[in-house]
C-alpha cells in the first residue's frame, strides 16, 4: 500500500452543464452565496469561481463549522475577510449562522433598492444564487434558510441535478444550484482533501489510497488525534502494520483473524467524515 498513488479527476458533464446554465441566468442574480467546507476552507473553494460569477455580491458561507479545527480555520477567515470577502461561519445541525445570513443580505437588499427607488423603481425581492463544490451542505443550508425541508440533503456528491428556484421569504429567492468542481483538479494534494471528507464520489476513488493519505494527513497536522483513536504513534512505509492494528482494534477481521484491508480502509474514511478524528482542518494558510 503506498499513499497518493492515483491522481483524481471528476468532471462529469453535469458540472459544465451547470456552469454554463449559471452563466446564462447570472443576469438575474443580485447575490452570490458561496459555501464552502470549514474543513477545507481552501480546498472546497471552487477555483473558477470569479469566472463564473463576476463581480456579484457575494457571502462567503463556512459550512460545517462544529467539526473544523476552529483556529487553524479561522486564520482563513481572517485570509478572506482581508481579501474583503463577507465571511459567515455556519453549523447547520444546529442552525447557528443562519439569522447572519439573512441578516447580511438584508443589509444587500436594502442597499440594492435603494438603487432602485433612485432610479424610480420599485423595490423586489432580491434574487441570490447558492453555489460550491459537492456535498458542502448546501441543501442543509438551504432547509435551514426556508425553514422547511424544501431540497434533497445526501451524504453522497452529486444529489442535486438542476438548478432550481426556491422561495426563502418575501425578500429572497434562491436559485440552488448542483455541486460543481472544475475540469483539472491540478492540486492534487487538494483533490485528495476533496476526496477524504466526500466532495468527490467514492466509485472514482481509490479507497486503499484515500485512507493512507487520511492517516498521513492525521499524523502531520494531528498525530494526538491519530494516537487517541487508533493508538498509532508513527507510520511505516506500507501501511501494513497501520491497517493490522486498526483492524484489530475495531473488529475488522476475516477468517482466522486476517485483517480485512478494504473494510479499515472504509473505517478510516467514515472516521474522518464523521468527527471521529476529532475536529480537523485540513488546509493550511501558509
Given at each position: ?75 482563513f ?29 438584508q ?5 440594492e ?13 432580491i ?19 426556508v425553514?422547511k ?5 445526501g ?7 438542476n ?68 493508538g ?47 475536529n ?7
Amino acid at each position: 500500500m503506498n499513499e497518493n498513488k492515483t491522481i483524481i479527476n471528476w468532471y462529469p458533464g453535469h458540472m459544465a452543464k451547470t456552469k454554463k446554465e449559471i452563466k446564462e441566468k447570472l443576469n438575474l442574480i443580485d447575490i452570490v452565496y458561496e459555501v464552502i467546507d470549514a474543513r477545507m476552507p481552501l480546498s472546497s473553494k471552487i477555483v473558477d469561481i470569479d469566472d463564473l460569477i463576476g463581480n456579484k455580491r457575494r457571502i462567503l458561507i463556512m459550512t460545517k463549522y462544529d467539526l473544523c479545527d476552529k483556529n487553524e480555520t479561522d486564520k482563513f477567515v481572517k485570509y478572506y475577510e482581508a481579501l474583503g470577502y463577507i465571511v459567515v461561519l455556519a453549523d447547520l445541525m444546529n442552525g447557528n449562522g443562519v439569522s447572519l445570513i439573512l441578516s447580511k443580505s438584508q443589509e444587500i437588499i436594502e442597499e440594492e433598492n435603494n438603487k432602485r427607488k433612485n432610479k424610480g423603481l420599485k423595490p423586489r425581492s432580491i434574487r441570490a444564487l447558492i453555489v460550491g463544490v459537492p456535498n458542502v451542505g448546501k441543501s442543509t443550508l438551504i432547509n435551514r434558510l426556508v425553514g422547511k425541508k424544501s431540497a434533497s440533503v445526501g451524504n453522497r456528491p452529486g444529489v442535486t441535478k438542476n438548478l432550481s428556484w426556491i422561495r426563502i421569504n418575501k425578500d429572497i429567492e434562491l436559485l440552488d444550484s448542483p455541486g460543481i468542481l472544475w475540469p483539472k483538479l491540478e492540486n492534487q494534494e487538494s483533490a485528495h482533501i476533496l476526496a477524504a471528507l466526500s466532495s468527490i464520489k467514492e466509485e472514482i476513488v481509490d479507497t486503499m489510497d484515500l485512507a493512507c493519505f487520511i492517516l498521513t494527513k492525521m499524523m502531520q497536522l494531528y498525530p494526538k488525534q491519530l494516537e487517541k483513536r487508533y493508538g498509532i504513534t508513527k507510520l511505516s512505509d506500507d501501511f501494513i502494520e497501520e491497517f493490522d492494528i486498526i483492524a484489530k482494534k475495531r473488529g475488522a477481521l476475516m477468517r482466522g483473524g486476517v485483517a480485512d484491508y478494504d473494510k479499515v480502509a472504509t473505517i478510516i474514511i467514515n472516521d474522518l467524515k464523521v468527527g471521529n478524528l476529532g475536529n480537523v482542518t485540513l488546509d493550511r494558510i501558509d
